[in-house]
C-alpha cells in the first residue's frame, strides 16, 4: 500500500505526462476576396469536413480541427450567381499541425496556403 508521500509522487509523475501531450491543430482561415459573399461554404479534410453558411465579401472565417488521416482536401462554396464551384487542395497528412489559409480569389479561384509541420 502506498503511503501519502507515494501517492503524491505518482500523481504529479502523472501530471507531467499528461502536460506534456498535446494535439495537433491546424487552424484554417478562409478569406472571402470576392465583391460579393460566397455561401454554403464546406471544406473536406481527412477524418472530417466543417463549413459556414456565408462568408461576406472581404471577411474571413476560422476553424480548427485535427487531420485524421491522410488524403486531399477539397472546397466548395456557391457564388453570388448560385453557382456551385469545388476546388481541390493539398493533401493533409494525419497528425499535421500549423495553419492552412484558403482565399476565394476573384473569378471563384481557390488558392491554398499551407504552413504545416509533422506532428507528434
Excluded at 460566397?38 to 476553424?63: C, D, K, M, R, W
Excluded at 473569378?107 to 504545416?116: D, E, F, K, M
Aim: with cysteine; charged share 15%.
Amino acid at each position: 500500500m502506498m503511503r501519502g508521500s507515494g501517492r503524491l509522487i505518482v500523481t504529479f509523475g502523472l501530471l507531467l505526462l499528461l502536460a506534456g501531450c498535446r494535439s495537433p491543430w491546424i487552424q484554417c482561415t478562409i478569406v472571402n476576396h470576392e465583391n460579393a459573399p460566397v455561401s454554403l461554404v464546406e471544406v473536406n479534410y481527412p477524418g472530417g469536413s466543417f463549413g459556414v453558411q456565408t462568408i461576406a465579401a472581404g471577411a474571413s472565417y476560422h476553424y480548427r480541427f485535427h487531420s485524421l488521416s491522410t488524403d486531399t482536401l477539397s472546397l466548395s462554396f456557391t457564388d453570388a450567381a448560385r453557382q456551385s464551384h469545388t476546388a481541390t487542395g493539398p493533401e493533409l497528412k494525419q497528425k499535421q499541425e500549423g495553419s492552412l489559409r484558403i482565399d476565394i480569389q476573384p473569378g471563384n479561384r481557390v488558392t491554398w496556403t499551407p504552413a504545416l509541420t509533422s506532428g507528434h
